[in-house]
């Protein structure tokens, strides 16, 4: 993985280019990363990724979690009184197998795709920190909650090859006491230390750094990682609890101690309003969580694209509490619309398909609608960072971002009096 900062603006944001090694073309940052179930897009299959934009689209994030070993009891046999056999049946590749396939990218056939491998289940759950400990973290897989040791993880790392992959981390949210997040900076610096004894050749190491809404344990947590060995930045424990308000002086204690020249991946931050946060304190990569809620819950979004100079007067809304920034596409009002999402919308579905065909096929409950909207939801956000990085580049950034939150204000007042 070569990485390097081709500009600035405002101080801390800044453009990137990102090269990593199954990746045909560089990828410039800001840059988002497409969340994965296991591997892959939610909604998206393999044949439909190249339709989205390229090289942007090539970054996958995934969780080692999704492919924990699931153990399922199969009843054998059982009598008319109390006896009950059942045997034990493994489903799932293990690590040996994907290891001995070589590893992700040739496990799921994806040779020119990024690999980006997190501590964190960024689909479907929250990380909870009730149940971790001194000997490993606390998650939810598919085989129920699993405490996961750092030697663990490091297997699961080293079969599955990604291009990069943070340390195992012990994530709190913003309420815990201060001796409990103390003790998981101390733990998740011992378990960086593991991991990098345990780490495999090969694969970029990020290391993870946590700190919650205490700014003296996230600068301690910072400074502690800088002196470690590793390729790049993964900034856990945002998006659990801290306020808006407190976030940027939280962000900018860290990335002030971080060195330029390696790039900073976050989770958890998915509007845009959150997401031009980060961009400001100096953070490249994010995940796309918050495109997987929106396509789960029909809605497809539309907030201007077009450098925020002018306001679109063809949105419409919905009856069912949409607003100018998306609209849900369940809603009755769009059941005879026979026009795309967006009408200069470029993606694949906005230019086969209509608004009318996707409130019918949410209404069936065909698949088919989630793959459209995850389409075109993706195809719109990879955008807005495209429109971030033009920003950066011509010295604006802080003015985009000032237009931007205060024309999505004036859509969602717009759309609260309408
Ligand atoms: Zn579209």
Redesign the pocket.
């Known amino acids: 993985m070569k990485f390097a900062v081709r500009a600035c603006s405002n101080g801390r944001s800044r453009v990137g280019v990102l090269q990593v090694g199954s990746c045909p073309n560089p990828i410039e940052t800001p840059s988002l990363l497409l969340s994965t179930r296991k591997g892959l897009p939610v909604f998206i299959s393999p044949d439909l990724l190249p339709s989205l934009p390229s090289p942007d689209s090539h970054l996958l994030q995934m969780s080692p979690l999704h492919l924990v070993l699931r153990k399922k009891y199969y009843m054998l046999q059982q009598f008319s009184w109390v006896l009950v056999s059942y045997f034990l049946c493994l489903e799932g590749p293990s690590s040996k197998t994907i290891s001995i396939v070589g590893g992700l990218h040739q496990l799921l056939g994806l040779h020119e795709y990024g690999f980006a491998a997190v501590p964190r289940d960024s689909v479907f759950c929250l990380p909870e920190c009730g149940g971790t400990n001194k000997i490993g973290a606390s998650f939810e897989t598919p085989c129920g909650r699993r405490l996961i040791k750092p030697i663990e993880y490091m297997e699961m790392i080293s079969s599955m090859k990604p291009n990069l992959w943070a340390t195992l981390a012990d994530e709190v949210p913003s309420w815990v006491p201060e001796k409990r997040n103390k003790t998981s900076v101390d733990r998740t610096l011992r378990w960086l230390d593991e991991c990098i004894a345990l780490s495999p050749a090969g694969g970029a190491v990020f290391g993870s750094i946590v700190g919650g809404s205490n700014i003296v344990e996230r600068q301690r947590s910072a400074q502690q990682v800088v002196s470690r060995n590793v390729s790049g930045y993964w900034i856990g424990g945002f998006g659990l609890g801290e306020s808006m308000d407190e976030r940027p002086a939280l962000l900018n204690a860290v990335t002030d101690i971080l060195p330029e020249e390696k790039p900073r991946l976050i989770c958890g931050l998915g509007l845009p309003e959150e997401v031009l946060q980060a961009v400001a304190a100096g953070i490249d990569l994010f995940d796309s969580v918050y495109i997987y809620h929106l396509t789960l819950g029909g809605f497809?979004l539309t907030f201007p694209l077009d450098r925020i100079e002018r306001h679109s007067s063809n949105f419409q809304l919905s009856d069912i509490g949409s607003d100018y920034t998306k609209i849900n596409l369940r809603a009755t009002v769009f059941r005879k619309d026979t026009s795309?999402?967006?009408d200069n919308?470029?993606?694949?579905?906005?230019?086969n398909h209509t608004k009318a065909y996707i409130n019918h096929l949410l209404n069936v409950h065909e698949m088919l609608a989630q793959i459209l909207l995850e389409?075109?939801n993706t195809?719109?956000y990879l955008n807005f960072f495209r429109l971030i990085r033009e920003a950066i580049k011509e010295g604006k950034f802080e003015q985009f971002r000032q237009k931007f939150i205060e024309t999505r204000r004036h859509l969602a007042v717009a759309a609260v009096c309408a």
Request: with cysteine; proline share 7%.
């Open positions: 497809a795309p999402i967006v919308c470029s993606c694949y579905t906005c230019q389409i075109h195809h719109h």
